[in-house]
């Protein structure tokens, strides 16, 4: 299958832009002259599709598997009607949109929102303020998102150009998961079981699972390229459980962007992106046709004891041959790219560390220099009590869990920003939330004898304006694990990080104050820490949670709520009229 692409602006690109933005995307409004306000709809529908030979009826947007991109320029307004025709209870997230005011149109259901409901709709209405890049959408209900995900496509503002070469071609890479059961039926039976759940079949690009799986060569991934170019490549993680290497066979790839935030270029043969995070990538081809074809692959990368899918998603990379060659690209040798090791945390390691802001005049990287708030959240695994009528699959009889400071957050029937909004969070949260461990201890020693969390809706309380530092830290209970932690409504500096306990008197030292990544999804070191920093400049309740689908099934989440500030432009806004019902 071929590969729609963007070409970039001048005038001939501009008309391109709106002509691929209408034909993609037929269900989007022609907008206002100035380009300001885009408007999509979202019909929530049940689709036939088949992978690996197993056809199977699964959720999905306008129909399409992925769904639907999303393609606007900084600064644009988007009213996405979402419609649902489905059984299950639905909600849409807006992964790294910032949501300034807006946090009514957030997402995460019994967050922000109540779900929508079947039969019902809701229009998420936000602007993009002062983002630009790759992010994408997702369900944010239960397991839907492995069905229910697209990308979400930011351009610079008319006539601003990017602070890299400008690409011939850009290409959105999207990864996912596929399962040949219902992933819904996957996640019930594991919170019934109180075991960990059965893994996917296959992983995709663009939704396809490629030539490495049985019964899927001709659901392969092609990218056709032309000799002596630059591609900019968008690739979003959005698979439930598994971080991602990426490579492709005798090609160099220079990181641009990460999370919609530029950094400072550096090449990698291999990249690593969380589910969450999103990685730009400029490709420049051989400067002649090379004679072969090159995979690229992805498959994962293990740090926890449970299992995992073991497998490898691959698609092609063709050259387009010169018009008078009679080369055959069958009989092309076809190249393999190497990955590292399964559980190779070096490179991760070393991978993170290359990333930095671009730190420019134009796009500076605005890092609290003082702190008003330090808090210590140990992220990690743990056990709940088996119910005395059944048997559970977990650690020595019990249930798996999952806790920031030993809280393992029990989701509500009412959705948190409406109860704070209205002033009645009695009896839907508590304000409490630990800001440090209730009982320390080794975090990444020998675990602790009783390994069982709490169990509350709690939340962290900020003022308007507070800066804040978060120091993340994984713990060994059940086995030291990497948790791609993801914050809602903002993004934070990644300041500092490093193994095994974080020493507040000693660490700090080594914090990078200048020019620190900048992202809304970071990964929490397996068996280490890191330190973050933002300004909590955004009023609304903002969910924090693992984006490992099953640590959040399990409770790996919380959520903050920033208050107003004093100023009109620092205050939430009502809700809007349609706002779901629970």
């Not at 059961?181 to 019934?192: F, H, K």
């Not at 899918?309 to 790219?337: C, F």
């Not at 390691?349 to 796009?363: D, E, G, H, V, W």
């Not at 320390?440 to 020693?445: A, K, S």
């Amino acid at each position: 299958m071929g590969t729609s692409f963007l070409q970039l602006p001048s005038f001939l690109g501009v008309l391109l832009f709106s002509c691929i933005t209408l034909c993609l995307l037929p269900e989007i409004a022609h907008a206002k002259d100035t380009g300001i306000t885009r408007h999509y709809k979202f019909n929530i529908k049940l689709q036939n599709v088949t992978r690996l030979c197993h056809t199977k009826s699964i959720v999905t947007v306008n129909g399409q598997f992925p769904g639907p991109r999303i393609v606007a320029r900084e600064g644009d307004r988007l009213l996405i009607k979402v419609v649902n025709h489905v059984q299950n209870n639905i909600s849409i997230h807006w992964h790294g949109i910032r949501q300034l005011q807006s946090g009514w149109a957030d997402g995460p259901a019994y967050v922000t929102q109540c779900p929508i409901q079947t039969g019902q709709s809701y229009v998420y209405n936000f602007t993009i303020v002062g983002q630009r890049g790759t992010l994408f959408w997702h369900a944010h209900i239960s397991w839907l998102r492995s069905t229910l995900y697209g990308p979400l496509i930011i351009l610079p503002k008319p006539n601003v150009p990017y602070p890299f070469q400008k690409p011939y071609k850009e290409v959105p890479i999207i990864f996912g998961e596929w399962w040949n059961a219902d992933p819904e039926a996957v996640i019930s039976q594991a919170l019934q079981t109180g075991g960990g759940p059965n893994v996917s079949d296959a992983y995709t690009f663009n939704g396809l699972p490629g030539p490495l799986y049985n019964c899927s060569a001709k659901d392969t991934f092609k990218l056709k390229v032309k000799p002596n170019k630059t591609y900019l490549l968008r690739f979003i993680n959005a698979a439930l459980n598994d971080e991602l290497f990426f490579g492709i066979a005798n090609h160099t790839l220079t990181v641009v962007d990460v999370d919609a935030i530029y950094v400072k270029p550096f090449e990698t043969n291999t990249i690593l992106i969380t589910p969450g995070q999103t990685t730009n990538v400029l490709l420049k081809t051989k400067p002649n046709f090379p004679n072969a074809s090159f995979l690229m692959t992805a498959r994962p990368y293990v740090t926890g004891l449970g299992t995992f899918d073991n497998s490898t998603v691959a698609g092609i990379l063709k050259y387009e041959s010169p018009s008078h060659s009679a080369v055959s690209i069958k009989k092309l040798p076809l190249l393999k790219p190497t990955l590292p090791p399964l559980n190779d945390t070096s490179f991760a390691t070393n991978f993170t560390s290359k990333l930095r802001s671009l730190a420019s005049p134009q796009f500076p990287a605005n890092v609290p220099q003082k702190v008003d708030r330090h808090f210590f959240f140990t992220v990690g695994l743990g056990t709940s009590p088996c119910d005395q009528s059944q048997t559970c699959q977990g650690p020595n009889g019990t249930r798996f869990a999952a806790s920031v400071n030993n809280v393992s957050f029990a989701t509500p029937t009412t959705a948190l920003l409406q109860a704070h909004f209205t002033g009645q969070s009695n009896g839907v949260y508590s304000p409490f939330f630990p800001i440090t461990p209730i009982i320390p201890f080794n975090y990444t020693g020998n675990p602790p004898i009783n390994t069982m969390v709490s169990n509350g809706t709690k939340v962290m309380v900020l003022p308007f304006n507070t800066s804040v530092e978060l120091v993340m830290q994984d713990t060994s209970i059940l086995g030291a694990e990497s948790h791609p932690l993801h914050l809602h409504g903002f993004n934070f500096f990644v300041v500092g990080q490093g193994f095994g306990n974080y020493d507040p008197n000693k660490d700090p030292a080594n914090f990078n104050l200048v020019d620190p990544i900048e992202r809304n999804t970071v990964g929490v070191p397996s068996g280490g820490w890191v330190a973050i920093r933002f300004l909590a400049d955004n009023p609304g309740v903002w969910f924090m949670h693992c984006h490992l689908e099953i640590h959040t099934s399990w409770g790996l989440k919380m959520a903050w709520v920033v208050l107003d500030g004093k100023l009109s432009n620092q205050k939430l806004l009502p809700p809007p009229a349609d706002l779901p019902k629970c």
